[in-house]
């Protein structure tokens, strides 16, 4: 808990540093890339640095942890940091990485603040960063225990035991020891990290959901290729390095460099809720492994199950995802595709987006949403509206988490 006197100094400093917290995240970064060239190139997502989107999500954290330190709400804490402790884990952060980042982001803070940054208002600072950093270590090293691993010995080589194109764009990959061992089990929901080394030498990481059923002893991850998308500003989206690499390098035989599964997006074991999944695109991969999950357990609570995509074609594990829900005793689907093609609307089949006007939602129902950031702000403010209580919604983000959303 921050002390009293430190939270008086972050109450009346919070709205200056608030103002220049993307200005400080900017340099931040620029100043640790230049002490260490090797974590650009090796450990973060180069693609969201060029963009921005990393940033973003570093200030929102700091930001949003602060704030809270000022109106306490433990539920929020762990929900941020639990996602933010997650991600760290799937890529090996230790300990001592805080102690690098805290030198630089500290330094990035007095250069934009200048005479601002008193040795109060430092202090009062410093005991923010490390209340989050402590907590983040300690929750790593919970995850790490769980797992059976020491902290940030996550890496493994598995080989691919199987290729198959699951879309036009999308291709799975089954992956087995190298040995013939089972791989260690996982929560359905959960994702691992893949490294490729791509060939002007860095080594970019990527977050993977696994889509298999969680009970047997291979992993199965779905990757899709990603093309360049026009913005609204006329700039062109670059496309997915690492997918592209995954989608036209890796086939059958071929090793992969993974992570022990890791994510927070995941189905309790003692919980018979109803059940809502929803996906849009290539977000329904954590959905399959938790209908393989569901379908396994033979669980009988109704289960709701909402696709969005763009078209018949481009809906990744199509014929899968049906017969899984099929499987079900209380099992329903509905899917929207902004392009039916030659096919007509109906049998749980609509053109356009996702709409839950006409869905049935049992009471207290669980959602889990994972897909573009749109689809998913779009459904939780409609789930809001059907009285889907807001701990009841749990999301999962491509990329860097820059959506918060406020309880309620």
């Not at 089954?174 to 996982?186: I, K, N, Q």
């Not at 919980?271 to 393989?292: Q, Y």
């Not at 569901?294 to 017969?323: G, I, K, N, W, Y």
């Not at 099992?331 to 902004?338: I, L, N, S, T």
């Amino acid at each position: 808990m921050l002390s009293s006197a430190s939270k008086e100094t972050i109450r009346a400093t919070l709205p200056a540093v608030g103002a220049a917290i993307g200005e400080i995240t900017n340099l931040f970064y620029r100043k640790l890339f230049a002490a260490h060239p090797e974590l650009e190139r090796d450990l973060f997502n180069r693609g969201n640095q060029s963009q921005g989107a990393q940033q973003q999500a570093l200030a929102g954290a700091v930001a949003a942890f602060a704030t809270l330190q000022l109106d306490p709400d433990p539920a929020r804490v762990q929900t941020i940091l639990s996602r933010i402790a997650n991600k760290h884990a799937s890529l090996g952060v230790t300990a001592d990485q805080y102690a690098v980042v805290h030198e630089h982001l500290f330094a990035a803070i007095v250069e934009v603040l200048g005479e601002a940054v008193t040795p109060e208002v430092a202090a009062a600072w410093d005991e923010v960063y490390w209340l989050m950093a402590e907590t983040l270590i300690a929750m790593e090293k919970g995850l790490y225990d769980a797992a059976g691993v020491a902290s940030g010995q996550v890496w493994r080589t598995v080989q691919v035991r199987e290729r198959r194109h699951e879309s036009a764009d999308s291709v799975s990959f089954v992956l087995t020891s190298t040995d013939g061992s089972a791989l260690p089990r996982f929560v359905p929901g959960q994702y691992l990290s893949v490294a490729a080394h791509l060939p002007d030498g860095a080594r970019q990481i990527r977050q993977y959901s696994l889509c298999s059923a969680p009970l047997l002893g291979d992993w199965r991850i779905t990757v899709k290729r990603i093309q360049p998308t026009p913005l609204e500003d006329g700039s062109i989206a670059p496309a997915g390095e690492v997918s592209n690499f995954l989608f036209h390098n890796v086939f059958e035989g071929d090793l992969l460099e993974v992570t022990t599964p890791f994510g927070d997006l995941v189905l309790p074991d003692d919980d018979r809720a109803p059940l809502l999944l929803a996906s849009a695109g290539i977000g329904l991969t954590p959905m399959i492994g938790m209908l393989h999950h569901l379908v396994a357990t033979e669980d009988p609570r109704p289960v709701a199950v909402l696709h969005a995509d763009r078209s018949p074609s481009a809906h990744a594990h199509r014929a899968e995802l049906s017969a899984l829900v099929d499987r079900l005793p209380s099992g329903v689907m509905y899917r929207w595709y902004e392009d039916l093609g030659g096919r007509t609307a109906g049998a749980g089949i609509a053109g356009g987006r996702a709409d839950l006007t006409a869905i049935t939602l049992q009471p207290g129902t669980r959602a889990y949403l994972c897909g573009p950031l749109p689809f998913m702000i779009g459904l939780r403010e409609a789930l809001l509206d059907r009285e889907v209580a807001a701990e009841n919604i749990h999301y999962e983000v491509f990329g860097p988490d820059n959506w918060s959303p406020s309880p309620a």
